[in-house]
């Protein structure tokens, strides 16, 4: 199909990349022999070892070993009691707090969380390591996500009077990536860092262009869409406007119309699909379709009744969302993890046990049980809104057993990769959503509220394991969602005033090719300081 080709190009072009990556690397070092000679490949490195003020001795965490100065300054060589906006670091703290902010609502506005920018500036700009830095970026991305779904929240869909996110595809993918992230997460505890960094790099890098060259289509799209607009309206001015019981104007003239009429942020004023025939609509008719519901569950509904509950508030949707967070945060809790140990305590559930298996497992079931459910409620609530001859618009997908499989199956992938690489799963999901031709506006919204249940639980880890400051967690965390919330209202704002919803892909294009740029450029920092010393392969417990 078509989605499995754009889908396989991706990873041929990642394959690809990879051997320019490499082939860039050893001509480097061919240039360089003096370079090459200097770097080593084993299991420790010196320089990774601070001084802990307590007692004098070297330490490889400040926060697992040295608690009194949990915080690594690896220009000193030692560990310090950080506090933020303190005199030693008030000048890097104050920079990082308007980057922040600024990151925040250009990331959110996008539908990403910003993990791939505020990890690689924790470790240049705050100077913090990777595990710090790392905390940080979940704590900002937790901040972030929260704003960015209060606005989403608030917000209405540009072509249908229902809410922006689109909350059944979240229910069905969430497990799925939640689950992947987890196996990613697995994977990265045996691989060195520096084979991280490099799977980062070349993953987001193949990301962003795929992403911009999505980009691009989408400006041809809305500028064909505003010309045949402006034509249809200085053809025939009084069809903007159609009587009852007039067929509406064709799809593509009026997407444009509606995105730039829709509702405001406080969703006060809403001028998009509504059940009145008597109304311009960007819905497609389609007429009642003969389908055997004798095997399909669910009440039976009319198009008004469909329409209806597509305009009301999802309650019991977030309920459902809130469910799934709760139950996997306890699993995580009791399992252990990111530094945090075992509510159960070490001695029920020693890591890598039997009973930390059993718990792992646990998660696994339970995510795919979940996303079964609602990936067959997602094709039988189709089933049902065909039956009855619910119209659809620019975007909708039609789900059935089939689609819902092969997106389950990559979204799991790039949850896997999301895990591996340290990020919030949106640089990845976004453009996965983009492949499924998802309306931009649509999928930035959908993919942020999945990332607000994947942040959340880690950020919550770190914080109370220690290995994050908690003045910078709670601060950095406020300040991105004040940027979150300011930043994705103006923006959202001005792409429905000039219908420049290409803005939203060209952005979250730039900001995943910049991630990628930035962390080569934390890497090299990283391991300069150690005279390029790269570690090996670690043991999985």
């Given at each position: 199909s078509k989605a499995t080709v754009s889908v396989l190009n991706c990873f041929i072009t990642t394959r690809t990349m990879a051997r320019v990556v490499l082939l860039c690397t050893v001509g480097a070092l061919l240039l360089c022999p003096e370079d090459a000679a200097a770097i080593t490949f084993n299991g420790t490195c010196s320089g990774s070892e601070v001084t802990c003020p307590t007692d004098g001795a070297e330490v490889d965490s400040c926060s697992e070993e040295c608690s009194a100065y949990p915080v690594t300054d690896e220009d000193a060589g030692e560990c310090i009691d950080r506090k933020v906006f303190g005199a030693t670091h008030r000048a890097r703290d104050i920079v990082a707090f308007v980057v922040w902010f600024l990151g925040a609502g250009m990331a959110m506005g996008a539908g990403v969380g910003g993990g791939g920018i505020f990890v690689p500036l924790g470790i240049l700009l705050l100077?913090?390591?990777?595990?710090?830095?790392?905390?940080?970026?979940?704590?900002?991305?937790?901040g972030a996500s929260t704003g960015g779904l209060i606005v989403n929240m608030r917000n209405r869909h540009p072509l249908a009077n229902r809410p922006i996110i689109d909350l059944d595809m979240a229910l069905f993918l969430s497990p799925m990536e939640m689950a992947g992230a987890v196996v990613g997460v697995l994977v990265q505890k045996a691989l060195p860092e520096w084979?991280?960094?490099?799977?980062?790099?070349?993953?987001?890098?193949?990301?962003?262009?795929?992403?911009?060259?999505?980009?691009?289509?989408?400006?041809?799209?809305?500028?064909a869409a505003k010309e045949k607009t402006q034509a249809a309206a200085g053809d025939a001015p009084a069809q903007s406007e159609p009587a009852e019981g007039r067929p509406p104007p064709p799809v593509e003239s009026v997407e444009v119309a509606m995105s730039d009429k829709g509702d405001n942020a406080d969703g006060k004023e809403v001028e998009s699909v509504g059940p009145s025939p008597a109304t311009a609509s960007p819905m497609v008719d389609a007429p009642a379709a003969a389908v055997d519901l004798s095997k399909v569950k669910g009440k039976e509904y009319s198009v008004q009744e469909w329409l209806d509950k597509d305009a009301a508030t999802p309650y019991k949707k977030y309920a459902y969302l809130a469910l799934l967070w709760c139950a996997l945060f306890l699993l995580q809790v009791f399992k252990g993890g990111k530094g945090l140990k075992s509510a159960l305590g070490e001695d029920v559930v020693p890591n890598c046990g039997a009973v930390y298996?059993?718990?792992?497992?646990?998660?696994?079931?339970?995510?795919?049980?979940?996303?079964?459910?609602?990936?067959?409620?997602?094709?039988?609530?189709?089933?049902?809104r065909q039956a009855a001859g619910v119209p659809m618009v620019q975007g909708d997908p039609t789900w059935d057993y089939a689609k819902c499989f092969f997106y389950a199956?990559?979204?799991?992938?790039?949850?896997?990769?999301?895990?591996?690489?340290?990020?919030?799963?949106?640089?990845v999901l976004g453009p996965l959503m983009l492949q499924m031709n998802i309306l931009p506006q649509v999928s930035t919204a959908t993919t942020a509220t999945m990332v607000v249940l994947t942040s959340s639980s880690v950020a919550i880890m770190y914080i109370t394991s220690g290995q994050v400051p908690i003045d910078y967690a709670l601060t950095f965390m406020a300040v991105a969602f004040c940027g979150a919330v300011l930043g994705k209202s103006q923006l959202d704002k001005y792409v429905k005033k000039h219908n420049a919803t290409y803005v939203l892909v060209f952005i979250l294009a730039t900001i995943i090719l910049f991630a990628s740029s930035v962390v080569l450029i934390a890497g090299g920092v990283k391991y300069s300081k150690r005279d390029w010393c790269f570690e090996g392969f670690n043991a999985l417990c």
């Open positions: 100077g913090f390591q990777t595990k710090v830095a790392t905390g940080l970026s979940q704590a900002s991305i937790f084979v991280v960094i490099l799977l980062m790099a070349v993953i987001l890098g193949v990301t962003g262009v795929k992403t911009l060259r999505k980009g691009f289509d989408v400006r041809k799209k809305d500028a298996w059993l718990l792992l497992a646990a998660q696994f079931v339970w995510l795919f049980g979940f996303g079964a459910i609602m990936g067959r409620r997602l094709v039988n609530k189709g089933l049902r199956k990559w979204t799991f992938v790039a949850g896997i990769v999301a895990g591996l690489i340290g990020i919030g799963g949106g640089m």
